[in-house]
């Protein structure tokens, strides 16, 4: 399964659904699950994710979008949704009108 959600040089993941979207595909990919199992309600810990693995999964994330993200997001967030949501309100819009 080849994780083609966005290029990695173009900041795309504006929006909460885009960022869900890359989190769950990062997350089936690393557990070897089709992305439809993967619950963006449930804590990360539920979805198979430990420290280094949540500290990571920002760390790429805050790298992908260009804006700098605390290590401790996945525990402030600790659902897909939450943190996605919360990630998308501060990250720039690709729309500036």
């Known amino acids: 399964m080849e994780a083609t959600a966005a290029e990695p040089d173009a900041p795309v993941l504006a929006d909460q659904q885009s960022i869900e979207d890359w989190i769950v595909i990062r997350i089936a990919d690393a557990q070897g699950l089709d ?10 810990i539920a979805n198979g994710l430990g420290s280094a693995s949540s500290v990571a999964l920002v760390s790429d994330l805050a790298t992908l979008l260009g804006i700098p993200l605390p290590e401790t997001l996945a525990w402030e967030y600790p659902s897909i949704a939450a943190l996605a949501e919360h990630v998308a309100s501060i990250a720039p819009s690709s729309h500036n009108d």
């Open 35 to 44: 992305p439809e199992l993967i619950d963006v309600n449930e804590s990360f």
